[in-house]
Protein backbone atom coordinates (compact mmCIF):
# COMPACT_ATOMS: atom_id res chain seq x y z
CA UNK A 1 0.00 0.00 0.00
CA UNK A 2 1.52 3.30 -1.18
CA UNK A 3 -0.49 5.71 -0.36
CA UNK A 4 1.41 9.43 0.17
CA UNK A 5 -0.37 12.41 1.58
CA UNK A 6 0.82 15.60 3.12
CA UNK A 7 -0.35 16.66 6.16
CA UNK A 8 -3.77 17.84 7.00
CA UNK A 9 -4.67 16.54 3.27
CA UNK A 10 -8.04 14.36 3.21
CA UNK A 11 -8.23 10.84 1.93
CA UNK A 12 -9.68 10.65 -1.12
CA UNK A 13 -11.84 7.40 -2.46
CA UNK A 14 -8.92 6.12 -4.34
CA UNK A 15 -7.15 6.12 -0.94
CA UNK A 16 -9.92 4.55 0.77
CA UNK A 17 -10.31 2.08 -1.91
CA UNK A 18 -6.48 1.19 -1.02
CA UNK A 19 -6.86 0.76 2.79
CA UNK A 20 -9.82 -1.21 1.96
CA UNK A 21 -7.88 -3.71 -0.15
CA UNK A 22 -5.54 -4.52 2.73
CA UNK A 23 -7.94 -4.36 5.56
CA UNK A 24 -11.38 -6.04 4.45
CA UNK A 25 -13.15 -5.92 7.67
CA UNK A 26 -14.03 -2.95 9.88
CA UNK A 27 -11.31 -1.02 11.58
CA UNK A 28 -11.03 2.58 13.11
CA UNK A 29 -9.44 5.70 11.31
CA UNK A 30 -8.15 7.77 14.55
CA UNK A 31 -5.98 11.09 14.69
CA UNK A 32 -7.25 12.94 12.19
CA UNK A 33 -5.81 16.42 11.55
CA UNK A 34 -7.95 19.22 13.38
CA UNK A 35 -8.53 21.50 10.29
CA UNK A 36 -10.23 18.17 9.15
CA UNK A 37 -12.99 18.38 11.35
CA UNK A 38 -15.86 20.19 12.23
CA UNK A 39 -15.81 23.30 14.73
CA UNK A 40 -16.73 21.49 18.00
CA UNK A 41 -14.62 18.27 17.86
CA UNK A 42 -11.99 18.48 20.40
CA UNK A 43 -8.15 18.32 19.96
CA UNK A 44 -5.67 15.61 21.50
CA UNK A 45 -4.44 16.62 24.32
CA UNK A 46 -0.72 16.34 23.69
CA UNK A 47 -1.18 16.95 20.16
CA UNK A 48 -3.38 20.24 19.21
CA UNK A 49 -2.73 19.64 15.76
CA UNK A 50 -4.73 16.18 15.97
CA UNK A 51 -8.80 15.68 16.24
CA UNK A 52 -10.00 13.28 19.31
CA UNK A 53 -11.72 11.78 16.30
CA UNK A 54 -12.47 8.36 14.64
CA UNK A 55 -13.90 6.83 11.53
CA UNK A 56 -15.41 3.43 11.76
CA UNK A 57 -14.85 1.74 8.67
CA UNK A 58 -15.80 -1.48 6.84
CA UNK A 59 -13.38 -1.73 3.97
CA UNK A 60 -13.36 1.22 2.06
CA UNK A 61 -16.57 2.34 3.53
CA UNK A 62 -17.09 4.49 5.91
CA UNK A 63 -19.78 3.42 8.62
CA UNK A 64 -19.51 5.98 10.88
CA UNK A 65 -17.43 9.11 12.57
CA UNK A 66 -17.09 10.60 15.56
CA UNK A 67 -15.33 12.00 18.20
CA UNK A 68 -14.68 14.07 21.68
CA UNK A 69 -16.81 17.12 21.73
CA UNK A 70 -15.77 20.72 23.04
CA UNK A 71 -17.96 21.50 26.22
CA UNK A 72 -16.88 24.78 26.73
CA UNK A 73 -18.98 27.64 25.28
CA UNK A 74 -15.84 30.35 24.85
CA UNK A 75 -13.80 27.43 23.15
CA UNK A 76 -16.69 26.75 20.52
CA UNK A 77 -16.53 30.30 19.76
CA UNK A 78 -12.76 30.91 19.47
CA UNK A 79 -13.16 27.50 16.75
CA UNK A 80 -16.25 29.30 15.13
CA UNK A 81 -14.39 32.06 14.18
CA UNK A 82 -11.10 30.12 13.50
CA UNK A 83 -13.31 28.19 10.69
CA UNK A 84 -14.64 31.53 9.56
CA UNK A 85 -18.07 30.86 10.87
CA UNK A 86 -20.11 33.53 12.41
CA UNK A 87 -20.83 32.35 16.39
CA UNK A 88 -24.27 34.50 16.38
CA UNK A 89 -25.13 32.15 13.79
CA UNK A 90 -24.96 29.22 16.33
CA UNK A 91 -26.59 31.34 18.68
CA UNK A 92 -28.98 28.63 19.81
CA UNK A 93 -26.91 25.80 19.86
CA UNK A 94 -24.10 28.19 21.66
CA UNK A 95 -27.17 28.87 24.79
CA UNK A 96 -27.59 25.66 25.62
CA UNK A 97 -23.84 25.52 27.14
CA UNK A 98 -24.90 28.07 29.52
CA UNK A 99 -26.65 25.82 31.78
CA UNK A 100 -23.77 23.85 31.70
CA UNK A 101 -22.30 20.97 29.48
CA UNK A 102 -20.17 18.25 30.94
CA UNK A 103 -17.38 16.74 28.83
CA UNK A 104 -19.07 14.26 26.48
CA UNK A 105 -18.53 12.19 22.88
CA UNK A 106 -20.72 11.48 20.14
CA UNK A 107 -21.34 9.44 16.92
CA UNK A 108 -23.62 9.01 14.14
CA UNK A 109 -24.32 5.54 11.99
CA UNK A 110 -25.22 5.50 8.65
CA UNK A 111 -27.47 3.18 8.65
CA UNK A 112 -28.13 3.01 4.91
CA UNK A 113 -24.44 2.31 4.97
CA UNK A 114 -24.79 -0.32 7.23
CA UNK A 115 -27.34 -2.12 5.25
CA UNK A 116 -25.13 -2.21 2.40
CA UNK A 117 -22.75 -4.43 4.45
CA UNK A 118 -24.67 -6.74 5.54
CA UNK A 119 -26.49 -7.34 2.52
CA UNK A 120 -23.71 -7.22 0.48
CA UNK A 121 -24.90 -4.64 -1.68
CA UNK A 122 -21.89 -2.33 -3.42
CA UNK A 123 -23.75 0.78 -3.72
CA UNK A 124 -25.47 2.94 -1.00
CA UNK A 125 -27.75 4.24 -3.68
CA UNK A 126 -29.32 1.16 -3.86
CA UNK A 127 -30.27 0.88 -0.26
CA UNK A 128 -31.72 4.23 -0.54
CA UNK A 129 -35.04 5.71 -1.04
CA UNK A 130 -34.09 9.16 -2.20
CA UNK A 131 -30.03 9.27 -2.67
CA UNK A 132 -28.30 12.27 -3.18
CA UNK A 133 -25.60 13.27 -5.19
CA UNK A 134 -24.41 16.75 -6.49
CA UNK A 135 -26.77 16.48 -9.35
CA UNK A 136 -29.67 15.98 -6.88
CA UNK A 137 -29.76 17.31 -3.44
CA UNK A 138 -33.75 17.34 -2.77
CA UNK A 139 -36.06 14.57 -3.36
Avoid: C
Amino acid sequence: MDIKLEFGEDLQDSHLRSLGDKHPGFFFLTDWPMKLKPFYIHEKDDDPTLSRSFDLQYGYLELSSGGRRLHDPEQLKSRLKEQNLDPASFEEHLKTFGWGMPPHSGWGMGLDRLMTVLIGIDNVREVTLYPRDPDRLKP
